[in-house]
């Protein structure tokens, strides 16, 4: 009878084990292990049974737990449609979310973040961070809050367009987070998120002339930039984040528009070369400035464009000579453009009209190897170490 009830409650503890916990042993409590061990029960069966309990308290730990124990930084690249949300998770499990698809659609961009979250084996977001204040980044905040806890909110002040749309957006994202902590970010602030670094190099049309660590570099394309004519919208207001995990980086700007690319990255670029960039604004034209894209020189990018909105051929283009045809990552075929401004296939995750919201995971170590699968097809491309 004993050794029934002693099953009973191992089983029990499993089920409410903490799903953050990387050490197996760690989910069954000591007392158990110690009550197994010391019970009248038949020494040989305790012995089966305490391997076995580890082994189920193993299968109870979901798949970021290993990634944790393997130290990589996680960044899930959320199909919302050609809005944003990118979810990032450190090893230490901390995690950050930059904006949140918009509003509508039952929900759907908050179920596509938390299928996202469910892979890394996060139960709350620790940081939201809202670039701007557009319907296709922070509608979806009011969903999302229903959902899922948050620990603070991050942006860059008050909304600066003068539109109805946005007002109300607005509006409807401080009603929304009510009494969570909300902070104003500047250029040049650190956002703590343990395991990573992660700098703001934009904020409120503002930007850093430099970012610790990095030397920056004179930009040669800057000579033969167009001028370009400043957006009163709130999208050159952007926070644009530089995040570092060793010599691994990622680059996401949000929506900036040209004309503060070039502030950023002209003359002289702080950014230095980044692993990973977003490409800026969906991959519309407004953004993605040789300028800026050549400067970086980033191994891979991921364009977050809908089947119908960014995709822009120009941007497509700018975009993959800076990183190759093969290392440009689409969420979308852009069914506005052509074959020849388009990734290949393989390289997208939702290859015809809106999808089934796949989308990309991208797992990094600390020596700058990084690799991108596709969630649709299951295909994995390595970066090595470089
Ligand atoms: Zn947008």
Not at 2 to 13: G, K
Not at 286 to 305: E, F, G, T, W, Y
Not at 329 to 347: K, V, Y
Not at 348 to 363: C, L, M, Q, S, T
Request: net charge negative.
């Amino acid at each position: 009878m004993e050794r029934v009830l002693l099953w009973l409650l191992s089983e029990l503890m499993l089920l409410t084990c903490s799903s953050r916990i990387p050490v197996r042993t760690e989910c069954i409590p000591h007392d158990l292990l110690q009550r197994i061990h010391s019970s009248q029960m038949n020494r040989t069966l305790g012995s089966l049974l305490v391997p076995f309990l580890l082994v189920l308290a193993s299968a109870n730990i979901p798949a970021h737990a290993a990634s944790a124990k393997n130290q990589r930084l996680l960044i899930y690249s959320i199909d919302v449609e050609g809005g944003q949300a990118t979810l990032l998770v450190s090893p230490s499990g901390a995690s950050m979310l930059v904006d949140t698809g918009w509003p509508g659609s039952n929900g759907r961009d908050a179920e596509r973040i938390e299928t996202a979250m469910k892979d890394a084996g996060i139960h709350q977001i620790d940081k939201v961070l809202i670039t701007h204040f557009h319907t296709d980044h922070v509608g979806g905040v009011p969903e999302l809050v229903k959902r899922v806890k948050v620990g603070e909110f991050l942006d860059h002040g008050v909304n600066r367009e003068d539109s109805d749309i946005t007002r109300k957006d607005f509006a409807a994202y401080i009603a929304a987070i009510g009494n969570t902590p909300r902070h104003t970010l500047h250029p040049g602030d650190a956002i703590k998120v343990p395991g990573l670094d992660v700098i703001v190099v934009t904020a409120d049309g503002e930007h850093v002339a430099s970012v610790p660590g990095i030397k920056p570099e004179a930009n040669p394309s800057c000579a033969s930039e167009p001028k370009w004519t400043l957006d009163q919208s709130e999208n050159p207001r952007s926070v644009g984040i530089l995040v570092r995990f060793g010599k691994f980086s990622f680059l996401d700007l949000g929506d900036l528009t040209k004309p503060k690319e070039l502030d950023l990255v002209c003359p002289n670029s702080p950014l230095g070369h980044v692993s990973l960039f977003l490409a800026s604004h969906h991959g519309l034209d407004q953004s993605n400035s040789k300028s800026l894209v050549d400067s970086i020189h980033a191994r891979a990018a991921i364009m977050n464009n809908g089947a119908h909105k960014g995709g822009s051929p120009t941007a497509w283009q700018s975009v993959s000579e800076s990183v190759g045809a093969k290392n440009l990552f689409m969420l979308h075929t852009a069914e506005g453009s052509d074959t020849a401004h388009n990734s290949a296939e393989d390289m997208i995750a939702n290859p015809r009209g809106d999808g089934e919201g796949h989308y990309f995971k991208v797992a990094a170590d600390r020596d700058g190897s990084f690799t991108v699968t596709n969630t649709r097809t299951g295909a994995t491309k390595k970066y090595p170490a470089d």
